[in-house]
């Protein structure tokens, strides 16, 4: 049988060793980099197609002074617009009784500016209050407007 002969490498050979490869390293690199001849390269198909959605609801509007009932049109905006992209919408009333939408919650269909809206009608049975639009995208996240109001009734 062959004898095996064990070689105890010391901390100067290794040393030695390891500034002789990052020397022969240093050689072969160039002096000046330099942008690459080919620009070679395809984005994965999920990559090519993702597009990350942000919604921007309207800031609060001044208290409204109505007589009876509440009607308005809410909208949301999606960044970046889009035609076609349904956003979740659910509204709740502090007082009287949601007459319109019929669904709640329900959704509504951005136009081409990226717009989504609703219309709401509200019986505000004579009481002051408040509705609150919460609004919905997946993936995006949610943001709301609150919509106050005073009956001033039959003045």
């Known amino acids: 049988m062959a004898e095996q002969k064990h070689v105890r490498l010391t901390r100067r050979d290794a040393i030695k060793i390891i500034t002789a490869a990052t020397a022969g390293t240093l050689l072969i690199l160039p002096d000046k980099w330099a942008k690459p001849l080919l620009n070679i390269g395809a984005l ?29 049109l809410v909208s949301v905006q999606v960044t970046p617009p889009a035609a076609g992209i349904s956003v979740g919408y659910s509204i709740t009333t502090t007082t009287g009784t949601l007459l319109s939408p019929a669904a709640n919650p329900g959704t509504a269909v951005t136009n081409g500016a990226g717009v989504a809206t609703t219309d709401i009608l509200l019986d505000t049975a004579g009481v002051s209050g408040s509705a609150t639009v919460t609004w919905q995208l997946a993936g995006a996240g949610s943001c709301q407007t609150v919509y106050q109001f005073v009956d001033v009734g039959d003045f």
């Not at 609801?57 to 009932?69: R, T």
């Open 44 to 72: 994965p198909a999920h990559a090519q197609t993702s597009v990350i959605r942000s919604l921007v609801c309207p800031a609060n509007p001044p208290i409204a002074e109505v007589s009876g009932s509440l009607n308005i």
